[in-house]
């Protein structure tokens, strides 16, 4: 049931109005007068971030135990890290630190202090891999200068409920902010430039926002790639191969891409030559790239401002683009349902770079578009399309929706829990997981049987802990039984109660 | 007292133990998993994290993919009896376990493997740890099931040479096989038939190579919170291994240390040796030619030598050849689409070391399963036949 939410008050047949189509015919423009509110935006993403309250946007936090440590220039930030409970905030002063530093603990806040413009640095020197890498859920990391690393400047494996925030990040190596495999993060007011892949790049993640950046002189300014809800807002793109990238990448174990917001982004003169490392994706942009969608779906583009860009302001396409890479007949190539809102677009299009005039060769053009779907999808829509230079356009409709102002961000009301999971008996895992391997019910295997234990402890798991925390040898007819300290003392008491309570 | 009733409880273990001799199947799960209804179900601390979209791929505390569990104890059992067992092959020189040894990480410990009568294969036998994690097994990803790649090795002429009539024939002429299978599958037993069926035993032999779990490595300990289970040297190696430098992580996916994908990669074949084509082969894609499938790296330390066909002897070549260029050793004329990570990424040697070091981590066989003393054919186990030290060695 399709309304009619724009109504169709006049048709100005003037000399002003006409518009060359491509092939050369006259067209009317359509002069349109909102009426009537439009519909709601709504999509997976939406739902299950609800409506913000206004004053709780992004109020994302690491939980903080009241630890503090403060590293100082000459000193080790690793070395803080290493001795931080779950909880710490490390404070760094500012100075050089030639390290990689990595946080394999949770609810780590990592925090530069800025002292009369005055940065912690974090120097590569061209010869460290990544400057910073964290693998623990809760994780901040604010207010550094990171430069000359080979890898990355910050890179997050599975970290969830990540802030990276208020860095600079220069001349470093192959992405400039990178959290991968991570759930509910905010990637904000950082400033990257001189990076040879992606400057921001969120790579198979869910529930992410990236807003309030400055990206430049990059190949990609910012990539979201395999990922879901993602919000990509009010960032400064410019002077880079391509602006806005939004990728399924095929041959990835997380196939899918959809639910991303492009809005109110800067979208600027992306015109630098293509540096990436040869065989990389992103080798595939054209120079002159303002917003390339590649097989990603249901991506909205509202309230940008997209100018200067001298291949093309948008391009939707398949993986036609990417010849490089080995078919994925798991990866959906198309950029399904595409949603154009309105967009300051304007002087893009006006250099062409070699494989994009090749292409509008074929279309009997010479000039780059504002907007092109190469593949022609059937399931997109456009507000205004009669704004635009735009090819491969012809089966978009008129979108139902003109704002998603109802997504204020991306990012989940609530944290996710620390592991991801609840409910876990962690007893019963240690046990069979671990125990299990010399401690069998009724059955003599390495160790003696769990029955035996269960006999001589009855009421007393502390005691079982403690012995396989340190244990000793006690059966000659038995190897000793190696510690079991790298449990922990809650797993193997977990453990141990669960070893009691075992019937068969 | 208490000690009167160890001592009891002791001697029933030790009865239990005994009764194996006439091959009676366990009632009890293999370690690692716990018996529900009579079916076992792994249990892992794994299982204390999520993944992004249950895909299994992620960090340090990342959980597991899905995995074939839910067999019995008996039909474990049976598969460990099976798999050892040279009846299955048709010279009776053969067994599962003749390529994929036990304390060779479930791999034979040769860059190609050897066949009937002695015939070299085309490829390595890959490990068969943590099997039961993997939604396509083979080389080239060929097979979508341990059911299906299992009838690959059996009945391939070159391989174990069997085929169903001969390898149902030889089972049921086993009366001590009739019992055992009775036992694993009582609703299929049948008294009028008395057969066994060829899907019992793929149920069988896919329960067992299901139930080789590793996931409790020095590796494992770190990942679960304990500083302290990997040395400097280890650590630095774990911090090259992720890095976006050597990329290791970004194919090779804590938690099982891949992520199941095809990869084309371009390693080298033995001199005279022409390219294998790979996925393309399986698939009739030639945008997959030259991909296999990214293998796991736990235990590896234990499988040399490497690749598809044992093309590097040591881990230390293996890692070195990632940090030899992009594509440098695809012959001329051969058009790769080459793993866009695989790049220069000009590790130093020391760095080199260090992977060695923590890929040495990720070595775990707690979870053993006991090589049967002897075998319900009758027939002695063969794969524990010392390999030529010539052969060790050569191609």
Request: with cysteine; hydrophobic share 40%.
């Amino acid at each position: 049931m399709r309304k009619l939410m724009i109504a169709v008050i006049g048709l100005a047949v003037l000399g002003a109005g006409y518009l060359l189509g491509k092939q050369g015919q006259v067209q009317v423009t359509v002069i349109k007068v909102k009426e009537e509110p439009a519909a709601e935006f709504s999509s997976a993403g939406s739902a299950a971030v609800g409506e913000h309250e206004a004053n709780a946007v992004r109020r994302l936090a690491t939980p903080t135990s009241g630890e503090v440590l403060v590293v100082r220039d000459g000193e080790s930030i690793q070395d803080a890290v290493s001795a931080a409970g779950p909880g710490a905030v490390i404070k760094v002063l500012p100075g050089t630190y030639r390290e990689t530093v990595y946080i394999d603990k949770d609810n780590i806040t990592l925090s530069g202090v800025i002292e009369g413009g005055a940065y912690p640095v974090l120097e590569g020197e061209g010869v460290r891999n990544d400057a910073i890498l964290y693998s623990g859920n809760g994780t901040t990391i604010e207010n550094f200068y990171i430069t000359h690393y080979k890898g990355n400047g910050v890179m997050g494996q599975a970290g969830n409920n990540f802030i990276i925030r208020n860095n600079i990040v220069v001349d470093t190596g192959v992405y400039g902010i990178f959290p991968q495999l991570g759930k509910n993060g905010i990637v904000s007011h950082n400033v990257l430039s001189g990076i040879e892949d992606a400057a921001i790049y969120i790579g198979m993640s869910d529930n992410v926002d990236v807003v309030y950046n400055r990206v430049f002189e990059s190949v990609a300014g910012i990539e979201i790639e395999n990922s879901r809800s993602a919000l990509v807002e009010a960032n400064y793109v410019y002077n880079n191969t391509g602006g806005i990238l939004a990728f399924v990448t095929p041959g990835l174990p997380i196939k899918t891409c959809g639910d991303v917001i492009v809005r109110n982004n800067f979208i600027i003169d992306n015109n630098h030559e293509n540096f990436a490392i040869p065989g990389s994706i992103v080798a595939n942009v054209p120079a002159g790239t303002g917003i390339l969608i590649m097989a990603c779906d249901d991506v909205v583009i509202e309230g940008n401002i997209i100018t200067g860009n001298n291949s093309a302001g948008i391009i939707f396409t398949d993986f036609t683009l990417a010849t490089n890479i080995p078919n994925d007949p798991e990866s959906e190539p198309n950029p399904d349902r595409p949603k154009l809102l309105d967009n300051l677009m304007h002087a893009n299009g006006l250099d062409p770079a070699a494989v994009v005039r090749a292409y509008l060769a074929t279309e009997l053009q010479t000039r780059g578009p504002d907007i092109v779907d190469t593949v022609g999808m059937d399931n997109g829509c456009i507000l205004n399309a009669s704004r635009y230079r735009t090819m491969g356009l012809e089966n978009y409709s008129e979108c139902e929706f003109d704002t998603t102002a109802n997504v204020a961000s991306y990012t989940l009301p609530e944290a996710v829990p620390a592991r991801g999971l609840e409910n876990v008996d962690i007893g019963k895992l240690t046990y069979y997981g671990v125990c299990a391997g010399c401690h069998a019910y009724g059955v003599r295997l390495i160790g003696p049987p769990a029955q035996i234990i269960k006999a001589l402890y009855m009421e007393n798991p502390a005691g079982i802990a403690a012995y396989a925390q340190q244990p000793v040898k006690k059966r000659e007819d038995y190897p000793e039984m190696p510690p079991q300290g790298h449990l922990g003392e809650e797993a193997l008491l977990a453990a141990a109660q669960f070893m009691l309570q075992l019937e068969n | 007292m208490r000690a009167v009733l160890a001592l009891a409880l002791l001697l029933l273990a030790f009865g239990a133990r005994a009764g194996e001799a006439g091959f009676e199947l366990a009632s009890h799960c293999p370690p690692g998993f716990e018996r529900v209804d009579g079916r076992c179900f792994l249990r892992s601390l794994y299982q204390q994290y999520a993944s992004l979209q249950s895909a299994g791929v992620g960090g340090l505390t990342s959980g597991l993919p899905a995995l074939r569990d839910g067999f019995t104890p008996q039909q474990i059992d049976l598969g460990r009896y099976l798999f050892f067992d040279p009846l299955l092959s048709a010279d009776r020189q053969l067994a599962c376990a003749s390529c994929h040894v036990p304390e060779l990480g479930f791999a034979d410990g040769r860059g190609r493997s050897v066949g009937a009568g002695g015939t070299e294969l085309q490829r390595s036998a890959p490990s068969l740890w943590n099997v039961a994690f993997f939604q396509r097994l083979f080389w080239d990803a060929r097979a979508a099931s341990l059911e299906e790649q299992l009838q690959g090795p059996l009945y391939d002429p070159k391989e174990m040479a069997n085929s169903p009539p001969v390898l149902l024939a030889d089972l049921n002429r086993s009366e001590a096989y009739r019992d055992l299978f009775a036992a694993a599958f009582p609703q299929e037993a049948d008294a009028e038939q008395g057969g066994i069926t060829l899907p019992q035993v793929y149920t069988a032999l896919a329960a067992f190579e299901a139930s080789l779990i590793s996931l409790n490595s020095r590796y494992d300990q770190y990942a679960h919170g304990y500083a302290a289970a990997l040395t400097p040297a280890e650590l630095e190696g774990l911090n090259v291994f992720r890095s976006f430098v050597a990329r290791c992580a970004e194919c090779h996916t804590p938690p099982l240390f891949s992520n199941q994908q095809l990869a084309v990669i371009g390693v080298p074949e033995a001199p005279g040796v022409p390219l294998d084509p790979g996925a393309q082969a399986a698939t009739g894609d030639a945008s997959l030619r030259g991909a296999f499938r990214v293998p796991s790296l736990r235990n590896v330390a234990l499988t040399a030598p490497y690749m598809h066909a044992g093309n590097f002897p040591t881990l230390r070549e293996a890692v070195a050849f990632y940090n030899g260029g992009r594509g440098h050793a695809v012959p001329e004329g051969e058009q790769l689409n080459i793993h866009w990570h695989i790049w220069n990424p000009q590790l130093g040697a020391a760095e080199l070391d260090r992977l060695v070091d923590f890929l040495a981590t990720l070595t775990d066989q707690r979870f053993m399963p006991q090589v049967p003393a002897q075998l319900p054919s009758g027939l002695s186990p063969v794969h524990n036949r010392p390999v030529p030290a010539a052969e060790r060695q050569g191609e």
